[in-house]
């Protein structure tokens, strides 16, 4: 399995197998199982813009780094804004947006260290987590990929930041993209469709159309190709393939619970 699920206690979450396997990274996706909050975030929100009460988050933020063996102290996180900014991210960094959203990089959906025992952290109900690893090099990457962000190509200028700032080469990462709102449930307008026009020429191979003049939009391969145009190899590209708006009693999803819902998180450390 290239996604797999940790199942032991109240507070599952999944992992790559392909990272794991290099044992240089701690990372996992949460699912809203597990936490202290209260409906409609119930249990495990992550995030604290949506609403839920802040000391909830931070309760369930300590539970799931305690679950996941990572300092809550290590997150740094982005003020995401369904944009394309990639933030490098070094050891000042430490602590940004651990314990209050205004402390978060600002306007940023994409961070990239090589710092060990740093951790990415972002923040998704829907929208697509890409996780990068440069083995080779040792730096990570994590962005946030929804359909802006997607139509930005922000995985493919997330991996030339890398090899940017870093000397990676992309032949030699690894990427997954979790759990993500699927084709089977993404329905879109003309106006969407007309921003991937833009940046895509195989866009036709991304949507399908409806019975009422709308599009299935299809983010797990729109990602994928994003990151084969970066220059990664596709055995080396795993797409969780699991929708969260389907598995909406697993995963918090702003679709199906019309825009009022918590976010699981997505971690990323490179180990000392």
């Known amino acids: 399995m290239m996604f797999t699920a940790t199942r032991q206690g109240e507070m599952p979450y999944y992992t790559f197998s392909r990272f794991n396997v290099t044992g240089m990274v701690t990372h996992g996706f949460t699912t809203r199982y597990g936490g202290v909050s209260r409906k409609p975030y119930d249990t495990l929100n992550m995030a604290f813009h949506v609403g839920d009460e802040p000391q909830r988050v931070l309760a369930n933020r300590s539970l799931a780094c305690e679950r996941l063996g990572i300092e809550q102290e290590s997150l740094v996180a982005g ?3 369904h944009g394309d900014r990639v933030a490098v991210v070094t050891a000042v960094d430490r602590g940004r947006g651990a314990f ?9 959906d994409a961070l990239i260290t090589n710092v060990s025992g740093l951790t990415l952290a972002g923040f998704f109900a829907d929208c697509a987590p890409l996780l990068i690893l440069d083995p080779v090099r040792r730096v990570a990457a994590l962005a946030h990929a ?3 962000g997607t139509a930005l190509r922000i995985g493919q200028k997330t991996v030339q930041q890398m090899r940017m700032s870093f000397g990676t ?3 030699d990462c690894l990427a997954g993209v979790a759990p993500s709102i699927g084709p089977c449930c993404y329905e879109v307008d003309d106006r969407v469709v007309d921003d991937f026009k833009k940046t895509f020429s195989n866009w036709r191979m991304l949507v399908a159309g409806t019975a009422t003049g709308k599009w299935r939009l299809d983010l797990w391969e729109a990602n994928r190709r994003v990151l084969l145009d970066a220059g990664l190899r596709p055995e080396n ?3 969780a ?3 969260t708006a389907c598995h909406s009693d697993v995963f918090f999803s702003y679709r199906a619970h019309n825009g009022v819902t918590g976010r699981m998180a997505a971690f990323l450390m490179l180990r000392e």
């Not at 209050?100 to 940023?108: G, H, K, N, Q, R």
């Open 241 to 243: 393939g699991l929708c």
């Open 146 to 148: 929804g359909r802006r």
């Open 237 to 239: 590209i795993a797409v």
């Open 79 to 81: 003020r995401q804004v």
């Open 169 to 171: 080469d992309p032949r």
């Open 100 to 108: 209050e959203e205004e402390a978060a990089l600002p306007e940023t």
